[in-house]
């Protein structure tokens, strides 16, 4: 699952939770996460830090995961 977020002015790192256990911490604005379960729901959230500090957890976001097919000597996510 593709996750983005919205730049903050002034931000030095930002967050990002799956259901409740972090997964990115850095200064992007993008992540993946590789997700294995097909068709398993996932709540994600995140947070910033800037020189003022670090912002509390947002509202929580959900996404599916899709299904994955693997043909024949593949083993990768099918995001189409």
Do not use: K
């Amino acid at each position: 699952i593709n996750l983005t977020w919205n730049p903050v002015a002034g931000a030095t790192a930002y967050s990002i939770r799956a259901d409740g256990v972090t997964i990115y911490t850095g200064p992007g604005t993008s992540t993946t996460h590789n997700v294995v379960n097909n068709g398993a729901l996932h709540s994600y959230n995140v947070n910033v830090t800037t020189g003022a500090g670090t912002s509390s957890w947002s509202a929580p976001a959900n996404a599916t995961a899709p299904n994955v097919w693997y043909g024949p000597g593949y083993s990768y996510w099918s995001l189409g």
